[in-house]
């Protein structure tokens, strides 16, 4: 069930938003308030388009402002065409998100609490901070004692019709997972440029 809060977010900002949004009964549920008596909205300007981009990333990925403000000026670092791509892998490659890209759980969200709770292993080493930033050949593994909890049931029946992002692995018989390559962003839903020239103002 989708809670109020998320609901209304989900229909300012789009449904990619959240997991739970990116469903036909939200979509027919939205609709009926988009119908023929409906107020047109009115057009944004270019600073509220790009309040609006900034606000799904903030979102999308649950993270604070101070956290995507880091993100960015990481990003604006690299000039020219790269600024966008270092930012999207920068937000790709937090501990929780490769969790959630992985298949590992079903939101961001519970990812997060996943990480928070010590269920992962990095290299070696219990990681409980989501913001942790993975690279090129990590291996993530699940913790030998969080394997039997009721979170992981069932995981290489549910992985099955599965297909992560090809820059990263996980095998579920193993219950760990590599870090293949850099994020290749495969996301169509977020405006990345528009928050880089709203941060850049």
């Not at 579920?172 to 528009?194: S, V």
Request: hydrophobic fraction near 35%.
């Amino acid at each position: 069930m989708i809670s109020k809060p998320k609901f209304k977010i989900g229909r300012r900002l789009g449904a990619g938003v959240y997991d739970k949004c990116q469903t036909p009964k939200f979509s027919a549920s939205s609709g009926k308030f988009a119908g023929p008596g409906a107020r047109r909205p009115k057009a944004l300007s270019e600073y509220g388009a790009q309040l609006i981009e900034k606000q799904k990333v903030r979102y999308s990925y649950g993270i604070t402002e101070r956290q995507l403000s880091n993100y960015v000026e990481k990003a604006s670092h690299i000039k020219g065409a790269g600024t966008a791509e270092k930012f999207y892998e920068s937000l790709e490659s937090r501990l929780d998100n490769v969790v959630y890209r992985m298949g590992l759980s079903a939101s961001r969200r519970a990812a997060r609490q996943m990480v928070s709770h010590g269920h992962f292993i990095v290299n070696a080493h219990k990681v409980t901070i989501p913001s942790y930033e993975v690279k090129v050949g990590d291996i993530i593994k699940i913790r030998e004692g969080s394997k039997i909890k009721k979170i992981f049931d069932n995981l290489v029946e549910r992985l099955k019709e599965y297909n992560s992002p090809s820059w990263l692995s996980f095998d579920a018989t193993k219950m760990e997972g590599k870090i293949l390559a850099k994020p290749k962003n495969i996301e169509t839903f977020l405006d990345l440029n528009a928050v880089l020239e709203f941060y850049s103002r």
